[in-house]
């Protein structure tokens, strides 16, 4: 059983900044990659930013340059840095991450959500 908790969220004033946490927990052998997705009202969940278990990052095009991804391996701890809100950015945002159970077996889980509102 694994469980990810997001943390973090919340309102802001355009061209702000916010920090979101997602730490991992329960039977976990390793995390591989690591991950946040957002969702806003009526759109599909995208993918923001992916992090490799050895660091490597990938974004979207729409947060390049404004938001930064990163780990804590140690922690069991993915972190995303978001700076230049937009209005746009409001949305759901929700960990991810692809896991190998102390079981062996593999499984990717989904945090409860963050809520992230960005006011013009």
Request: charged share 15%; proline share 2%.
């Amino acid at each position: 059983q694994v469980q990810l908790v997001e943390s973090g969220g919340g309102l802001v004033q355009a061209g702000g900044s916010l920090r979101l946490s997602c730490v991992a927990s329960g039977t976990i052998w390793s995390l591989n990659t690591m991950g946040w997705y957002r969702q806003a009202p009526g759109k599909q969940r995208e993918l923001v930013a992916r992090i490799t278990v050895g660091g490597i990052p990938n974004y979207a095009d729409s947060v390049k340059g404004r938001f930064t991804i990163s780990r804590d391996s140690a922690k069991n701890t993915v972190y995303l840095q978001m700076n230049s809100l937009k209005p746009e950015d409001t949305a759901v945002y929700y960990c991810n991450a692809d896991i190998i159970l102390s079981s062996g077996r593999w499984t990717t889980s989904w945090g409860q959500g963050t809520q992230v509102t960005v006011s013009s």
